[in-house]
């Protein structure tokens, strides 16, 4: 895990990673938080707020966020339900004009090996 000095993982703000979300469990290790790690071969750096053209964009890129899996805990996400979302996924939504908002303070710093703090500010949910 990409984590500094303290040991504390860091968003890409360069503060303590927040919470994305406990309601819905969010997170590749199922902690709230878009902590990432070795095994993480996704990368779900982004803390996003998911859209209704979000998640059809994503259902028709084959990954289905909607539909409840209860066999895996997965309750299905709805608009503006926040989610740990893969970095790729971000940037492909972003290439194709449906990138849904996201939470700096939530965003793993390893979002920035994706897309740089800029292009990242303009979707920004957390920013004056």
Not at 27 to 53: K, L, P, Q, S
Request: one cysteine or more; a negative charge; aromatic letters at 8%.
């Amino acid at each position: 895990m990409k984590r500094d000095s303290d040991n504390i993982p860091r968003n890409v703000l360069g503060g303590p990673l927040a919470t994305c979300s406990d309601a819905p469990l969010t997170g590749f290790y199922r902690d709230g938080c878009c902590n990432v790690g070795d095994d993480d071969f996704g990368v779900h750096a982004v803390c996003v707020r998911v859209t209704a053209e979000f998640l059809a964009f994503s259902a028709e890129r084959g990954n289905d966020l909607s539909t409840p899996l209860p066999q895996f805990g997965f309750p299905g996400l709805k608009p503006g339900d926040k989610w740990c979302l893969c970095a790729a996924r971000w940037v492909e939504a972003l290439e194709a004009g449906m990138a849904p908002r996201l939470v700096l303070t939530a965003t793993h710093e390893s979002m920035l090996d994706y897309a740089p703090l800029e292009e990242l500010k303009k979707f920004a949910v957390d920013l004056n």
